[in-house]
């Protein structure tokens, strides 16, 4: 399906609602029969028809067959976050006794529903270096039924050969998740290299003005439909039409803000490594990143996020760059307007910080729709405040 049809015209039929162009917000919990045989087949199958705004509703059903057919998948559901969509993902295909094997470093509430949640209903989790294949099949057991993967992972990037693991799952009949975030179907298909559920949190770059969260699941027909009728109408966790008519708006300029977000990107990348404060930039299209030739076969872009490394003997160093940035903010999430920094050190105690340790001393940073000279000025301006410490 062509981008330009999905993105402007699909699953939208304009003759229901007055011809206007955009979609009304269906802000209904219930919907009215006239029959009660109507009645009677809506509640043998709520995937069918309207009945209760948990389920279906018109507005979020425009927005899930976009995102599914941009996923290039059979078909899509739509939650009120990025976490709830791991939640179900991962919750409807393991029992009691079953095993996963997740990359490490997965995005943290991926890796709190592992560590906490799961372990009291007996599942456990292997957790390998995702950038060698065969670590996965080492890790494989009897009992495994997920394999979790995130590609490029949110903050150093490491990927996973995602066609070669789709295919090593497939014969051992374990389902594969990947979180596809960083790139968003516009850049990377997992779909398309064999990976059976494909999410992302769409408060990123789908959503992209920073004022809605939201999450995307897409998979099979058969699988989508098994999660609709367990895991997205028990928890509840399905998106609310105004957030759904939202992402739709999201949705129409969506490659033109990745467009321009990855122009600067290059040119915010290009002033980094040849500063001389930065020690390092890490960005998976770079000639300089290790998994270069994986990335180039499968992403067709990279995105707005950058991690980099500035020589710094103690936080303070990293805390006056921070704070003395004028424009980007300071804040967790990415993928709207604004550029975003966010250090490390943030994470840690100021006590625990190691300046030997490269990955403390790592700052991320999140290039919005600001001009490419606009960042960089304020860059400059961090780097000038901690020039003026020493
Ligand atoms: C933000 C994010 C999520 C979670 O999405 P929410 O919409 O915040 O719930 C999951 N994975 C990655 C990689 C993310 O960056």
């Known amino acids: 399906m062509d981008l330009s049809y999905i993105l402007n015209e699909f699953a939208e039929d304009r003759d229901q609602y007055y011809r206007a162009v955009a979609p009304p917000i269906v802000q209904a919990s219930n919907f009215a029969f006239a029959k009660v045989d109507d009645l009677r087949k809506a509640f043998e199958n709520e995937y069918s028809t309207w009945l209760y705004s948990r389920g279906l509703n018109p507005t979020v059903e425009i927005l899930r067959k976009k995102l599914g057919a941009l996923d290039g998948a059979e078909d899509c559901l739509v939650f009120n976050s990025g976490a709830a969509a791991i939640f179900a993902a ?26 906490v949640i799961l372990p009291r209903f007996n599942v456990t989790v292997t957790y390998v270096d995702g950038t060698v294949v065969e670590n996965f099949e080492q890790a494989i057991r009897p009992n495994t039924t997920v394999i979790y993967l995130e590609s490029p992972n949110s903050w150093f990037f490491q990927l996973q050969d995602l066609e070669a693991i789709a295919a090593i799952a497939k014969r051992k009949n374990i389902v594969t998740i990947c979180d596809n975030s960083y790139c968003s179907p516009i850049y990377q298909k997992p779909v398309q290299m064999g990976i059976d559920l494909v999410l992302q949190s769409a408060t990123k770059y789908i959503g992209g003005h920073s004022d809605t969260v939201a999450g995307v699941l ?19 966790s399905g998106i609310q039409p105004f957030n759904a008519w939202l992402l739709i708006r999201g949705l129409r300029t969506l490659p033109a803000r990745l467009e321009k977000i990855t122009k600067t990107t290059g040119e915010v990348i290009r002033f980094l490594q040849q500063h001389p404060r930065v020690e390092k930039v890490i960005f998976p299209l770079d000639p300089s990143f290790p998994q270069y030739e994986l990335a180039k076969k499968q992403m067709t872009g990279g995105c707005g996020l950058v991690t980099f490394m500035i020589r710094a003997a103690e936080s303070a160093t990293i805390e006056t760059f921070c704070e003395s940035l004028k424009h980007i903010l300071m804040a967790v999430s990415w993928g709207g307007h604004e550029s975003l920094i966010l250090p490390k050190c943030a994470g840690m105690r100021p006590d625990a910080f190691d300046p030997a340790n490269e990955g403390h001393r790592s700052l991320r940073l999140y290039i919005g729709l600001e001009e490419p000279a606009y960042i960089i000025g304020d ?7 901690i020039e003026a410490l020493s």
């Open 90 to 115: 991962v919750l409807a295909n393991v029992k009691s006794g079953d095993h996963i094997v997740s990359v490490k470093e997965p995005y943290s509430w991926a890796q709190r529903m592992f560590e």
């Open 379 to 385: 860059l400059e301006a961090g780097f000038a405040a």
């Open 218 to 236: 897409s998979g099979s027909r058969a699988m989508i439909e098994r999660i609709f009728n367990s895991e997205y109408m028990n928890i509840g």
